[in-house]
């Protein structure tokens, strides 16, 4: 007997189905979109635990004959293409049919349907792939397609479902993201039998995206139109100092489909490159216009992704269509730029200034007396390969000088008795050690003294915030959120739901009084998605790593002398200064024999 065998058409699907259908929100991506190219103007989708239970989906779209109904659940079945070439332009979000036999593979399926004028509809139900029963139906025009208990035949895969609140999670992202490409469609969202979303059509984007996005980002909206080489480029973009720490509050759209496509992002956030802080992205809503036949939509099973003919004309108009809208709206932030300033100009090839202090004949900062820096005596010139000799500060025996700036494997390193030169860029530190040239982070300095100070407090009592902070969350966030919460609560953090993605924060830990609740928080849910904490010490530690960027000196910031010495003092006090928060080092030594050689003079 030979060991190739034709697989059973049943387990064919099922095979096929996984391509298509990976989880319940896969389910209503497909049946909504299936929807929207019927041309309905109302959706309802209905949810029971998380869609794995029971997923409804009914709309008011043309409908299906009895024929069409049957062949809807054929393989390979559609009403959207007839040849070959109408592959090179498809402009539906899908074939009409071509997802309902892989989901009724995969689960026990039921299609309601009735054209338009027709007196009946059909209704079919399906098995894990096997048609039960078919049937004629009194039903209102349109469909509605009913899926129960998803992979109940393929135990290997319904396992790996997660829980309802991660699944409900999922399914409200694709259902913002379509909500936002259809704003003339009355979408509803319904969880438990509860309404979740209710979004009555309305005519334009911006009321639909002021719904989905809240009113913080809706009030800083600002239009983006734009046309170049056949590509339009249209949407919505909020300030720029609204930053989020992921890409959740980034939607792009090519031709009407949600994409996450990692060319666009990179386009977006190159136009931002100047206007945020590194690491951080920007809020905006992007409908990216493409003549069918120069982008294939097919390269990705679930369509997620797609490939453009064209891609440099895409970005280069996607970037010019940024620039041109972000111009206009700089004024209402500066257009300060938070990036570290790079070391030589691209245009001219000159060095950044160096910010200095004034100094009198003998070398000394002239504003502010000796014994109160705590510099080190002037060192003399160095000898060609020869350090320059260290000189203790005054009551210091000389037998004990200072470990060397940057050796982090020294547990009695002092940054504050080395000589101050200046500041470098208003981001760097310069010193002078035995070593060489010693360069300090300011802003990864203060991160790690901030962190220091938070990470060894105990907290447990909140306190009371003087009005309510409310933080508006995305639903992945927002289902993380709580599922923290009754850790938070441990740590002292009050928080209740305030409706769809809001929460009130009304207290706070001690510890974390200073800082601004709702925006370490929002910051916080990225690193604790990554990180997973286990404890409420972990996400003290987890709490702590965030607030410390939000309340540390910034890279370009000019310091004052005194700022500078209490920053070396403290970061002397603390038992790691080494790095920053983030594992990044926070000190850098150029040594003496680089510096001679460099002028040739070793």
Same mark, same amino acid.
């Given at each position: ?30 049946l909504? &979109? ?12 209905s ?38 070439? %109408? ?27 009735? &054209? ?14 096997v ?21 109940? /035949?393929? =135990? ?12 409900l ?5 694709q ?7 259809? #704003? ?15 979004? *009555? ?5 911006l ?10 980002v809706?009030?800083?909206?600002s ?7 056949g590509i ?58 493409? *003549? #069918? ?17 064209? =891609?440099? %004309? ?26 570290? *300033? ?5 245009? @001219? ?6 910010t ?12 502010? =007396? ?9 060192? +003399? *010139?160095?000898?060609?390969? +020869?350090p ?15 470990? =060397?700036?940057?050796?982090?494997? /020294?547990?009695?390193?002092?940054f504050?008795?080395?000589?101050l030169?200046?500041?470098l ?14 360069l ?8 790690r ?11 447990? !009592? ?12 995305? #639903?992945?966030?927002?289902?993380l959120?709580k ?25 706070? #830990? ?5 800082f ?14 990554e990180e ?29 002398? !005194? ?6 003092? @403290?970061?002397?006090?603390i038992? @790691? ?26």
């Amino acid at each position: 007997m030979g060991k190739i065998a034709i697989l059973p058409d049943i387990l064919c699907n099922q095979i096929a189905a996984g391509e298509v259908v990976e989880r319940p929100s896969a389910v209503v991506k497909e049946l909504v &979109e299936n929807s929207i190219d019927a041309r309905s103007t109302k959706i309802s989708v209905s949810l029971l635990d998380g869609g794995r239970r029971e997923i409804s989906v009914v709309d008011n779209g043309c409908g299906m004959s009895p024929e069409d109904s049957l062949l809807s659940l054929e393989r390979h079945a559609t009403s959207k293409i007839r040849s070959i070439e %109408d592959l090179d332009a498809i402009s539906s979000l899908g074939f009409r049919g071509e997802a309902l036999p892989s989901i009724a593979a995969v689960s026990r399926f039921e299609l309601n349907t009735c &054209e338009h004028g027709a007196l009946f509809g059909t209704s079919i139900r399906v098995e894990g792939g096997v048609i039960k029963d078919v049937r004629e139906k009194g039903l209102p025009p349109g469909a509605r397609v009913l899926v129960r208990d998803l992979f109940f /035949c393929l =135990p290997a895969r319904r396992k790996f479902l997660r829980k309802a609140e991660t699944e409900l999670a999922y399914i409200t992202d694709q259902f913002l993201r379509v909500s936002l490409a259809n #704003p003339h469609i009355h979408l509803q969202l319904k969880s438990q039998e509860k309404m979740v979303y209710d979004y *009555p059509g309305c005519e334009g984007l911006l009321p639909r995206a002021s719904r989905v996005l809240g009113a913080e980002v809706a009030a800083s909206l600002s239009p983006v139109d734009f046309e170049a080489s056949g590509i339009a480029v249209s949407g919505l973009i909020a300030s720029p100092d609204i930053q989020r720490t992921n890409s959740q509050g980034l939607f792009l759209f090519v031709n009407g489909r949600a994409v996450y496509d990692r060319l666009l992002q990179r386009a977006v956030l190159t136009a931002y490159e100047a206007l945020i802080t590194r690491g951080k992205y920007p809020v905006a809503v992007l409908f990216v216009a493409v *003549p #069918p036949e120069r982008v294939d939509v097919n390269v990705h099973p679930a369509k997620r992704e797609v490939r453009f003919r064209h =891609p440099g %004309d895409v970005i280069s108009t996607v970037r010019t269509a940024l620039f041109e809208a972000l111009s206009k709206i700089r004024p209402k932030f500066g257009g300060v730029s938070h990036r570290q *300033p790079e070391i030589f100009s691209r245009q @001219t090839q000159a060095p950044f200034p160096r910010t200095t202090f004034p100094r009198t004949d003998n070398g000394n900062v002239a504003d502010c =007396p000796r014994q109160t820096l705590g510099f080190s005596k002037p060192a +003399a *010139p160095a000898p060609a390969l +020869a350090p320059a000799p260290w000189t203790a500060p005054a009551g210091e025996p000389e037998e004990n000088p200072p470990a =060397p700036a940057g050796d982090t494997s /020294c547990a009695e390193i002092s940054f504050s008795k080395l000589n101050l030169i200046g500041q470098l860029a208003n981001s760097f530190i310069l010193l002078e050690s035995i070593e060489g040239l010693v360069l300090i982070d300011q802003h990864a300095a203060h991160e790690r003294i901030v962190f220091s100070g938070l990470a060894g407090k105990k907290t447990g !009592e909140g306190q009371l915030l003087t009005t309510a902070a409310i933080v508006d969350l995305l #639903p992945k966030e927002g289902e993380l959120l709580k599922s923290l919460l009754p850790s938070l609560a441990a740590l002292g953090f009050e928080i209740e739901p305030f409706g769809g993605g809001s929460f009130a924060i009304h207290a706070a #830990p001690a510890s974390l009084s200073r800082f601004s609740p709702e925006e370490i928080l929002r910051d916080y849910l990225r690193y604790a998605e990554e990180e997973y904490p286990a404890n409420e010490g972990d996400i003290l530690l987890g709490l702590a790593r965030t607030a410390s960027c939000h309340g540390s000196v910034r890279a370009g910031q000019k310091l004052k002398v !005194e700022e500078i010495k209490q920053l070396l003092e @403290t970061l002397d006090s603390i038992d @790691t200064p080494f790095t920053c928060p983030h594992g990044r080092p926070l000190s850098f030594t150029l040594p003496y024999d680089q510096i001679y050689r460099f002028f040739k003079r070793s």
